[in-house]
């Protein structure tokens, strides 16, 4: 079992550590030589080459090819060594360095390990489809890889994510039941050490013990602090407030709280609506806004490796090295162009980005041209030096990083967003509701505008209206959708669109903008300016998701919430641990203003302990093998499994069935494609749902065979096919006939539960 772990880790530093050595050259000018963002970037580095090398179908996805990319990135190594000998004889004297922020990644990576160990069961909500994304590519091996849940197409979802774990299972040999267990903490690892980097490289100066603690910070807030929601649970527990109050709260009857375990609530998952606080409901109690508002932590503790977390280190990385283009250009305005080829990096690492978790674009794209547009303002030339210099070359990278990418963006990737593409919020999320969830980090920002406005003389009318249009134009086009489309959206109450969290929303983005216009105009502050920017982009996901969502399946703005706040929580972390240091250091701040402010911060952790407790227990079994529950609970479904993976079995069929079931879990375990799996998904992937109305009559037809049935002429497509009969099946269909399948095709693997045929 550890073994495994020493192998995982082995092969992560490998990579690694190649990719520190190769570009750390363009990373000198931080701390560490860039080694914080090393891991990241070698992942996206491995992943890229294969990737790209089986779009052009030159080799396979196996272990040669991935042992043959080290082996051409160490001769690259060898050479960039031979020409640079000095530079790289000095990287000892940062040794210190490295090892403070890989401290940072072994703890939280320790900690996540200990946590999967004691929940590492591959079973419950969408785990079983992130383990069929890594099955799908590591057994087809091919790009693009196939569908283990929609035989004979290819994946239609963002996967890259995926197929980075599925390189490291593949040069790790260890198998995908424990390297599902072992990526999460590895995610969470790098997630900790990134964000850590990146308050290190922008925020301090020297590095002291004091600024070692705020990197900290940044990574306890990202990684285990939660929303406020916490708060409403010991209000329950300790009986605090009247019913009406939690009914008002809520907006229909509260379900209390009924078992109390000491400190916490004691009910079965008492911490799932942690990520379900925001909705509305109307007379009738039905829900009108339901929305998903996870958190890192949340994620972690469900154990999902949804593409959202996976993104999670890959996206901060972005942030440093789009910053990195700024500061630096910033601090030598006079030679811009000698900074192009980090400029050029970062955006192609976006389109990566973009990859692993499309929706991670909207953020990457606001801070990429953000920042390009400031750059010019700094730079105090004109807009030609901007477009020749910034504008074209980012917008050639993009594109060019598009046609690397060319596979996926155009081709295999399908989209379930329909016309028209973005339409109006109905009804914004409630005050309370907006409190509950942005709490932990709204005294924090608003200390931060407060500090900083005091350093303000005398507003700049012309920068304050220039913060203005940003807000101004989304509220006009949002109310203008209304009106013209007055009877498809029925009446709407003018307090919708100039809500009370809108109001809050628009002045901290007015605000922060106006003081990154201001920083740069004025003080020439650089690091006053990437707080504000933060803060902004923060927020301005935030006031997007609550005027607008994208029109997908699901008709609301479930999805559209659930990714943009997800991303500015990752932001906003930064943001808090900085509020932690301003008040520490600062004279100017009330040390009575700071105290409610580190409380609710350390109140936040609530909520991470007492979920862990609930969840685990120490007497499960401690392993890391996410098939545990069936090698030891479902052992007739463990022998199929074993048998069609030691097989040269290539197709199956097996029943499909709904979302979050068991259904399909042979075909998700061994990567083995069936006709149809999980039917809701394949539809949200796919966004057709006559396609798979198509497959699911074949498989009614074929599992629905009798002697009477005359017409067996459709069954020479599935010849070679294994057809599963077990538990799923008979459940789907009760009369199925043993016999008729015993004259079709031969019994090739039989147990308690599970027959097995083989079409003749």
């Known amino acids: 079992m550890f073994l495994d772990v020493f192998l995982f880790l082995l092969s992560i530093y490998l990579i690694s550590t190649l990719s520190f050595l190769i570009f750390s050259i363009q990373f000198k000018f931080f701390p560490d030589y860039g080694w914080g963002i090393s891991k990241p970037i070698g992942m996206v580095l491995i992943g890229s080459l294969s990737w790209f090398l089986l779009y052009i179908k030159l080799l396979h996805l196996d272990f040669f090819l991935i042992s043959t990319i080290l082996f051409f990135l160490v001769i690259l190594l060898f050479y960039l060594i031979w020409k640079n000998y000095r530079f790289y004889s000095n990287i000892r004297n940062i040794l210190k360095e490295i090892l403070k922020v890989e401290l940072v990644f072994i703890i939280f990576f320790s900690m996540t390990l200990i946590l999967r160990g004691f929940d590492h069961n591959i079973s419950g909500t969408e785990k079983p489809m992130d383990f069929m994304m890594i099955n799908s590519i590591v057994f087809s091996g091919t790009n693009p890889p196939g569908d283990a849940w929609f035989g004979g197409q290819s994946i239609s979802y963002y996967y890259f994510g995926y197929w980075i774990i599925a390189c490291i299972s593949i040069i790790s040999g260890i198998s995908n039941s424990i390297i599902y267990n072992l990526s999460i903490p590895f995610i969470v690892g790098m997630s900790a050490s990134t964000i850590y980097s990146l308050y290190i490289y922008f925020f301090t100066k020297k590095n002291s013990l004091q600024d070692i603690f705020i990197g900290l910070s940044a990574s306890i807030l990202l990684l285990i602090s939660s929303n406020l929601s916490m708060f409403w649970y010991l209000f329950d527990i300790l009986n605090f407030l009247p019913d009406r109050f939690f009914d008002w ?356 952790l609530y909520f991470s302990f007492a979920s862990v407790d609930s969840k685990i227990s120490p007497y499960n079994n401690f392993t890391f093998d996410g098939m545990d529950f069936l090698k030891k609970n479902i052992t007739e479904e463990y022998e199929v499994i074993e048998f069609l993976v030691e097989s040269d079995t290539n197709k199956i069929i097996e029943s499909y069935g709904p979302s979050y079931s068991d259904f399909s879990r042979i075909s998700s375990f061994t990567g083995i494609p069936t006709i149809l799996g999980w039917a809701p998904h394949e539809a949200q992937w796919r966004g057709d749902i006559s396609s798979i109305e198509e497959k699911k009559l074949l498989v009614d037809k074929i599992y629905s065979i009798d002697k009477n049935y005359k017409n067996l002429e459709f069954l020479n497509i599935f010849r070679n096919f294994i057809i599963i009969i077990g538990p799923k099946e008979r459940e789907s269909y009760p009369n199925i006939n043993i016999e008729i399948f015993d004259e079709i095709a031969d019994r090739v693997f039989q147990n308690e539960q599970y027959i097995l045929f083989k079409l003749k």
């Open 249 to 604: 709260y809520l907006g229909v009857d509260y379900p209390h709280i009924i078992n109390v375990n000491l400190w916490r609530p004691d009910d079965h998952w008492w911490w799932w609506t942690a990520s379900r606080v925001i909705n509305t409901f109307n007379a009738q109690g039905i829900g009108l806004d339901y929305t998903i508002q996870e958190f890192p932590f949340f994620t972690i503790l469900i154990g999902d490796l949804h593409p959202h977390f996976i993104a999670t280190p890959f996206l901060i990385t972005s942030i440093i090295l789009i910053f990195s283009v700024y500061k630096q250009n910033f601090n030598h305005k006079s030679n811009m162009i000698n900074n192009l080829p980090l400029l050029l990096f970062s955006s192609f690492f976006v389109l990566v980005v973009g990859f692993i978790n499309y929706w991670d674009l909207a953020i990457l794209f606001i801070l990429l041209f953000l920042i390009i547009f400031l750059l010019w303002l700094r730079s105090n030339t004109n807009i030609i030096i901007l477009i020749t210099k910034f504008f074209i070359p980012t917008l050639i990278t993009l594109f060019l990083s598009l046609m690397f990418f060319i596979g996926f963006y155009f081709f295999t990737s399908e989209s379930q967003i329909k016309f028209p593409y973005i339409l109006p919020v109905i009804n914004q999320t409630r005050f309370i509701h907006f409190l509950t969830v942005w709490g932990v980090f709204l005294p924090s920002v608003f200390l931060l505008i407060y500090f900083h406005l005091r350093n303000v003389d005398n507003l700049n009318k012309k920068l304050l209206f220039i913060s203005f249009l940003p807000i101004i134009i989304p509220f006009v086009f949002r109310l203008l959708i209304m009106l013209i489309f007055n009877e498809k959206f029925e009446s709407f109450i003018f307090s919708n669109i100039i809500g009370v969290p809108n109001i809050i929303i628009s002045t901290i983005c007015i605000t922060s903008l106006y003081l990154i216009f201001f920083n740069i105009d004025k003080t020439m502050n650089i690091h006053k300016s990437f707080l504000f920017i933060m803060i902004f982009c923060s927020f301005y996901l935030i006031f997007l998701a609550e005027n607008f969502f994208l029109n997908d399946m699901f008709g609301n703005r479930m999805n559209t919430v659930f990714k943009f706040y997800y991303q500015a929580w990752i932001l906003l972390s930064v943001v808090g641990a900085i509020s932690i240091k301003i008040m520490f250091i600062s004279k100017k701040v009330s040390k009575i203003l700071s105290i409610p402010i580190i409380c609710i911060f350390l109140f936040s």
